[in-house]
């Protein structure tokens, strides 16, 4: 199995920029589709980006299309959120998420319940 873990998480000012990486140990990494997601205090979970087994697909959540880049880079086993132009708004705990599937339609691939291995989330906190 994929175990993800996320680093790279911390303090930026608003305007700023942080990368992303997650770790994958395991499992079968350059098959599996991997997703970032997000929680904010007091709110749900929700969907950030999907990258494909094979990396030539990839899909934002609408309102963070041109801010956010997720990469990969399988000799690494890492996959990468490379985050601009932050906002408070963004501020959250980032997952790492690893499916067990290489790619899928965009309803599976933006819920959270699709994806079987997690990391234990990195905080970013974007202040005014």
């Known amino acids: 199995q994929v175990q993800p873990v996320e680093s790279g998480g911390g303090l930026v000012q608003t305007g700023g920029s942080l990368r992303l990486s997650c770790a994958a140990s395991g499992g079968t990494f350059s098959n599996s589709a991997m997703g970032w997601f997000r929680q904010a205090p007091g709110k749900e979970r929700e969907f950030v980006a999907y990258i494909s087994g094979s990396g030539s697909s990839t899909y934002y959540t609408d309102s963070l299309r041109g801010r956010f880049t997720i990469s990969r880079d399988d000799a690494k086993n890492t996959v990468y959120l490379q985050m601009n132009s932050l906002k408070p708004d963004d501020t959250a705990v980032y997952f790492c998420?690893?499916?067990?599937?290489?790619?899928?339609?965009?309803?599976?691939?933006?819920?959270?319940?699709?994806?079987?291995?997690w990391g234990q989330g990195t905080q970013v906190t974007v202040s005014s």
């Open positions: 998420a690893a499916a067990t599937w290489g790619a899928a339609i965009v309803a599976s691939v933006t819920n959270d319940r699709k994806y079987a291995y």
